[in-house]
């Protein structure tokens, strides 16, 4: 068997059957974007990775070395906003072909160095390897939170509501348009999209705030596309989900392109990855006060786009004409895809 | 200018450079193998990573998948040992290719988990990334210990004693002997030397005593080779070092091996890398005691091999006919080589 029939998310189920159970320190381990460890005191440490490897994740001629820095370290600073936690320290593991220029090593740190700044975290070390293979950068992101606060993904209760911030869909809409230049919209959506895409802004302040109110019930970042991340949500917490397609924040130019792509008004949003938007659920009575305070405070637009319901009534996808449909899965898959 | 004209070390130093200063939570940063964070009380982080790339690192063909789990973490172990700390957590970044059979996996975590149960390290996460370039392997470790014991590579001073545990120049035979198929030695060599170089042993039990005794003043693990370690500690530390060839922990084999492939006993030994063995100074005063410490508490052998000197004396090489020749460094660099 090889493991694209396995798959992602098979192989880590698999990786987690192999080891021992886990130790009262680790509260969150395998299986999760961030592992969540029991620290001194009532702190406790977030920690993650993720990799961009050249040929899978990117293009080297296709993304500016210094826009792969701000993503690479900013789709980490995201897992740690998905829990509510604060950024800290990050370590940088480069595989390096050994013709690569000086200056796409500058242009890298130019941008790591300033994701690095904006959001509070100190580049501590990392490690050079020569790669025969191509260049990848991989990195280890520490945070850390009061304990009582971290936000989980397995925390969603029936009867929750579901809420987004900022817009969907646009990353996926840019490389829709990188793929497909027949695919045209107005200049200033295509930059803005394009900029979504290169340079995701990770919703550490929102996150933040999110689980210091305690209002919220859980809460994950969006990577692999709304339903793929609702989907992780679900699993974990034991319940089903109704999400409303006319209640998601999707500009208009995505809309138009989705429905001229992919035949609706709302695919690239639902199943495009890379928003690095937060989603979370909140209980009903504070649902509504939690999202008009986070829109207020860090003025990052915050929507109601559904309700958790029991495990029993699955994932449903409410059409703007009122029809129910499924809400398929589609998560990415980086093994299978 | 090209990455391989800077060299990694030189491309290390470019990169501090272009960082901040650090800030007082981080004790030691770039340019380490180890990172020393503060923590809450007076316990610190000590947090590491090491990348194993397919063709750089290992031919695929040439290790079994156990034993690279077994090496990806023994490495990573080797420099939390450096520092005297006890390891804890561990996150796994694997580097897939699509066709890789996932019995390559389940092998390569048999080994990942004997390595972390026999150090008491907890693997609590990672990322699975598929590569289109090949395998690689990246570990994040953290460890910790008491800020008052962590053993930095700059605590030399003149007048120290030079230490190191076990034997040295064996992973570096069995190496020469996988490329030279000519060169011939006993089969129980032969077969250590390649347990040294597939398995080999991260001395934490060792690194633990060496600082809780508070006796030691600079420490970190051999894997550039004795030559190259000891110009890190050097240059940290501004001192200068000298060296006696014939006080160097060489078994008998490998002396035969190294006069055979390099006119001289000690090549392997000093310039061969990935003993994982660890180098540390004490003063003259506590330097036996220690070593006999160790060894007794151990079972591990620990070797007096030389002294610190002054920084203007640089380092020396003392010959066994009574000769003193320059300790060339010959730090294995990953992106000259």
Known sequence: MK????????????IRGMLPDQTPDVIVGIGDDVAVL??????????????????????????????????????????IAGTGGSPRFALISLGLPKDLPVGFI???YTGLRAEAEASGTAIVG???SGSKLGFFIDIFLMGEAPEQEVL???????????????????????????????????DDYRRLAFQRFN?????????RLIAKTRNAAAMLDISDGLAGDLDHLCERSGVGARVHADRLPVLPENRILSQE???????FSIFGGEDYELLFTAPLDTAETLARTIAAETGTPV????EILPLSEGRQLVLPDGRVVPLEQKAWDHLRS
């Open 106 to 108: 500058d242009a890298l």
């Open 3 to 14: 493991i694209s029939d396995l798959g992602e998310f098979g192989l880590i189920d698999r």
């Open 126 to 128: 990392g490690n050079i």
């Open 38 to 79: 029991r620290g001194n005191g009532d702190t406790v440490w977030l920690v993650t990775c993720d990799v961009q490897v050249e040929g899978s994740h990117f293009l080297l001629g296709a993304v500016s070395p210094r826009d792969l820095g701000h993503k690479a370290l900013a789709i980490n600073l995201s897992d």
């Open 199 to 207: 340079r995701p802004t990770p919703r550490l302040k929102e996150g």
């Open 303 to 306: 929507s109601i786009i559904g």
């Open 261 to 267: 792509k992919h035949g609706n008004e709302w695919h």
């Open 152 to 186: 989980l993904r397995s925390g969603a209760r029936p009867g929750d509501k579901i809420l987004v911030t900022g817009s969907l869909g646009d990353a996926a809409a840019a490389v829709a348009m990188h793929l497909d230049p027949t695919l045209g919209t107005r």
